[in-house]
């Protein structure tokens, strides 16, 4: 179906950003991009800065780029990701957490061009130090204090404590020079005025560190060859201007605290804003590797040969068995891809008004996504057998950063549970409406407005058990803690529903706007296979409460089993749709003849 890539291109990839996409493409295949075995962690990491420093020469974020519109910075981290997960974290540290936060809380004060400057011209490596080893993601407790000297018009930075030291920042490197946006404690005659950032330099121009500063080297991660450092700050100095305090605060002639907005938790929040940027980044970016490993299994599928009753071999792509993972991995890929996207554009036209709500689902959505996607991965890494246990094709690699992403700006179950606390509260959030009327037997399953409607009712009933429980347990005298305790399993239930919802609704609006029959029919079969598998997961719920039938619970795997089967002839041209091309992924197993690949690798060993 050769129209299928340029029909489909609409829902998966940003047109705006179309000519800088092949810029991108084009500079992965430098041959400096290329894998490279038996290198240490030390090497690794040298080679991420190496690239990161070729990115910026040949692609160039400007500061309009991080603030105003940030297309083409989500476009670089999905496709970077997709060969250097190390060089993608460099890159959200760098221009979303580091460059944004001096860019947003300093917003129309010239008196920091010169730290833009340097960031922007990439002469300095910015990091974010926020995480302390004593709080996790309890960012809000934090203990590192920066307290105000008013005679000499400087903040003093100092950690007081082990349980206090930043965990983990890319400090460690030598060499390297680094200017970081560091989360403390602001204290202003004697009063605790709550977290703000302030900027600090780390290590100088030459990448040694700055005096006060110290930093512990931690050890090796698997792929995430970052140079993480526990770092700590023993009274260093700086100037007025190096505090990030937005448009709420400021000091006073007198150099007393001022600020409209009288709710440190409030100043918090906008101080930890650009984590949502980041967040969006990098869900980004796991959702593309998961596009290239179902590129990258399918090729193989297609290619590897296996025994067949009744004739000499057949490729593995035609059991049913290896479809149900596959293409069950290439419909979640499409399901994230158009939820991403979704997740871009709320995001881009936020507000004062919904700020609240958004970030509610982008955060609902960067753990949904991430755990989908790490999911599928596992799959596809199965599917492949014994060659998907090696690096160079990619796979196991994309399943470490999965690992990494899950955790990396907000841990998942954190974030999630937050998110459902402000569900059950009514905060930034309103129960899905019920259909008018709901006939399992004679519904299908595969039809998409049963299905919404399936997902809106077990979000809504999940909700309403969860508040009346709750509500009982208050009632009962009950202490809150316990009562919270009691049902936090139930509320990242809750969450997770409602992230799963929204990406089969989204998923179906980007079907709807599918204008030829053809590719509609092939990309709605993919939309189906995702909707069921969530649904064959959770099928004793819906039977529990009547929202399907017992035929629809005995049929639904053979409704699986079918949609493959429908799925099969169109498989290539789904994934071509992705723009994906193993001149830059170099994986020897999506080449057309991957044992070729491999005898043109030329390392063998032989006694003549």
Same mark, same amino acid.
């Given at each position: 179906?050769?129209?299928?890539?340029?029909?489909?291109?609409?829902?998966?990839?940003?047109?705006?950003?179309a000519?800088?996409?092949?810029?991108i493409k084009?500079?992965l295949?430098?041959p /400096?991009?290329?894998?490279r075995?038996?290198?240490?962690?030390?090497e690794q990491?040298?080679?991420?800065?190496?690239?990161?420093?070729?990115?910026h020469?040949?692609l160039?974020?400007?500061c309009?780029?991080?603030?105003?519109d940030?297309?083409?910075?989500?476009a670089?981290?999905e496709?970077?990701?997709?060969?250097?997960?190390?060089?993608?974290?460099?890159l959200?540290?760098?221009?979303?957490?580091s460059?944004?936060?001096?860019?947003?809380?300093?917003?129309d004060?010239d008196?920091?061009?010169?730290y833009?400057?340097?960031?922007?011209?990439?002469?300095?490596i910015?990091?974010?130090?926020?995480?302390?080893?004593?709080?996790?993601?309890n960012?809000?407790?934090?203990?590192?204090t920066?307290?105000?000297?008013?005679?000499?018009?400087?903040?003093?930075?100092?950690?007081p404590?082990?349980r206090?030291?930043?965990?983990m920042?890319n400090?460690? #490197?030598?060499?390297v020079?680094?200017?970081?946006?560091?989360?403390a404690?602001l204290?202003?005659?004697?009063e605790d005025?709550?977290?703000?950032?302030?900027?600090?330099?780390?290590?100088?121009?030459?990448?040694?560190?700055?005096?006060?500063v110290?930093?512990?080297?931690?050890?090796?991660k698997?792929?995430?060859?970052?140079?993480?450092?526990i770092?700590?700050?023993?009274?260093?100095?700086?100037p007025?201007?190096n505090?990030?305090?937005?448009?709420?605060s400021r000091?006073?002639?007198q150099?007393?605290?001022?600020?409209?907005?009288?709710?440190?938790?409030r100043?918090f929040?906008?101080?930890?804003?650009?984590?949502?940027?980041?967040?969006?980044?990098?869900?980004?970016?796991?959702?593309s590797?998961?596009r290239?490993?179902?590129f990258?299994?399918t090729r193989?599928?297609?290619? /590897?040969?296996?025994?067949?009753?009744?004739?000499?071999?057949?490729?593995?792509?035609e059991y049913?068995?290896h479809?149900?993972? %596959?293409?069950?991995? #290439?419909?979640?890929?499409y399901?994230?891809?158009?939820?991403?996207?979704?997740?871009?554009?709320?995001y881009?036209?936020?507000d004062?008004?919904?700020?609240?709500?958004v970030?509610?689902? %982008?955060?609902?959505?960067?753990?949904?996504?991430?755990?989908?996607?790490?999911?599928?991965?596992?799959?596809?890494?199965?599917?492949v057998g014994?060659?998907?246990?090696?690096?160079?094709n990619?796979?196991?690699?994309?399943?470490?950063q999965?690992?990494?992403?899950?955790?990396?700006?907000?841990?998942n179950?954190?974030?999630?549970?937050?998110?459902?606390?402000?569900?059950?509260?009514?905060?930034?959030?309103?129960?899905?409406e019920?259909p008018?009327e #709901?006939?399992?037997e004679?519904?299908?399953l595969?039809?998409?407005?049963?299905?919404?409607?399936?997902f809106?009712?077990r979000?809504?009933?999940?909700?309403?058990?969860?508040?009346?429980?709750?509500?009982?347990a208050?009632?009962?005298?009950?202490?809150?803690?316990?009562?919270w305790?009691?049902?936090v399993?139930?509320a990242?239930r809750?969450a997770?529903?409602?992230?799963?919802?929204?990406?089969?609704e989204q998923?179906?609006?980007?079907?709807?706007?599918?204008?030829e029959?053809?590719?509609?029919?092939?990309?709605?079969?993919?939309?189906?296979?995702?909707?069921?598998q969530?649904?064959?997961r959770?099928?004793?719920w819906?039977?529990?409460?009547? #929202?399907?039938?017992t035929?629809?619970?005995?049929?639904i795997?053979?409704?699986?089993?079918?949609?493959?089967r429908?799925?099969?002839?169109d498989?290539?041209a789904?994934?071509?749709?992705?723009?994906?091309?193993?001149?830059?992924?170099?994986?020897?197993?999506?080449?057309?003849?991957?044992?070729?690949?491999?005898?043109?690798?030329?390392?063998?060993?032989?006694?003549?």
């Amino acid at each position: 179906m050769t129209t299928l890539p340029r029909e489909i291109e609409p829902i998966l990839h940003e047109a705006e950003v179309a000519d800088f996409v092949e810029e991108i493409k084009s500079l992965l295949q430098d041959p /400096r991009f290329a894998f490279r075995e038996g290198l240490s962690c030390a090497e690794q990491t040298r080679a991420s800065y190496e690239r990161l420093a070729l990115v910026h020469e040949r692609l160039p974020i400007r500061c309009k780029d991080v603030l105003e519109d940030p297309r083409r910075l989500f476009a670089l981290h999905e496709w970077v990701g997709t060969v250097d997960g190390t060089l993608m974290t460099l890159l959200a540290i760098h221009y979303s957490l580091s460059l944004g936060s001096i860019l947003q809380h300093g917003r129309d004060r010239d008196d920091l061009d010169d730290y833009v400057k340097e960031l922007e011209e990439m002469s300095t490596i910015g990091v974010f130090l926020a995480t302390e080893q004593g709080f996790g993601n309890n960012v809000g407790r934090l203990e590192t204090t920066a307290v105000h000297d008013p005679e000499r018009r400087e903040f003093v930075i100092h950690t007081p404590g082990p349980r206090a030291r930043k965990f983990m920042p890319n400090t460690g #490197l030598r060499g390297v020079p680094k200017l970081a946006i560091v989360m403390a404690r602001l204290r202003v005659a004697d009063e605790d005025h709550g977290v703000f950032p302030f900027i600090v330099r780390i290590r100088d121009a030459r990448g040694e560190l700055c005096p006060g500063v110290q930093v512990q080297p931690l050890g090796d991660k698997p792929v995430y060859s970052l140079d993480n450092a526990i770092t700590w700050f023993d009274q260093v100095r700086v100037p007025e201007r190096n505090w990030l305090h937005g448009a709420s605060s400021r000091l006073d002639e007198q150099g007393r605290f001022e600020s409209s907005e009288p709710s440190r938790n409030r100043r918090f929040m906008d101080a930890m804003d650009r984590v949502q940027l980041s967040r969006i980044a990098l869900c980004g970016s796991i959702v593309s590797v998961l596009r290239a490993a179902v590129f990258i299994a399918t090729r193989y599928s297609h290619a /590897r040969k296996t025994f067949a009753v009744g004739r000499p071999e057949a490729a593995i792509i035609e059991y049913r068995n290896h479809q149900r993972d %596959l293409f069950g991995s #290439l419909a979640t890929a499409y399901a994230l891809t158009v939820g991403t996207r979704y997740m871009q554009r709320s995001y881009m036209s936020i507000d004062d008004e919904s700020r609240g709500a958004v970030s509610q689902i %982008l955060a609902i959505l960067k753990a949904v996504s991430t755990y989908a996607a790490q999911d599928e991965l596992f799959r596809c890494r199965e599917r492949v057998g014994a060659v998907g246990l090696f690096d160079e094709n990619r796979i196991p690699v994309y399943l470490n950063q999965a690992q990494g992403l899950i955790t990396a700006e907000g841990d998942n179950h954190l974030i999630l549970m937050k998110a459902a606390r402000e569900m059950l509260s009514g905060v930034g959030y309103e129960m899905p409406e019920l259909p008018s009327e #709901l006939d399992p037997e004679a519904a299908s399953l595969v039809d998409a407005e049963y299905t919404i409607a399936l997902f809106r009712i077990r979000e809504r009933k999940l909700c309403l058990e969860v508040r009346e429980s709750m509500e009982k347990a208050f009632a009962a005298g009950r202490e809150p803690f316990a009562v919270w305790n009691d049902h936090v399993n139930a509320a990242l239930r809750l969450a997770r529903a409602r992230g799963e919802r929204v990406l089969i609704e989204q998923f179906h609006g980007a079907v709807e706007r599918i204008e030829e029959p053809e590719t509609r029919a092939a990309v709605e079969r993919l939309r189906a296979l995702h909707a069921l598998q969530l649904l064959a997961r959770d099928t004793g719920w819906f039977l529990a409460e009547g #929202l399907v039938s017992t035929t629809h619970a005995k049929t639904i795997e053979l409704e699986i089993d079918e949609l493959c089967r429908l799925i099969l002839p169109d498989a290539e041209a789904l994934v071509d749709a992705f723009g994906i091309s193993n001149d830059w992924l170099r994986a020897p197993i999506a080449e057309e003849d991957y044992v070729a690949a491999y005898e043109r690798r030329g390392r063998c060993e032989s006694n003549g």
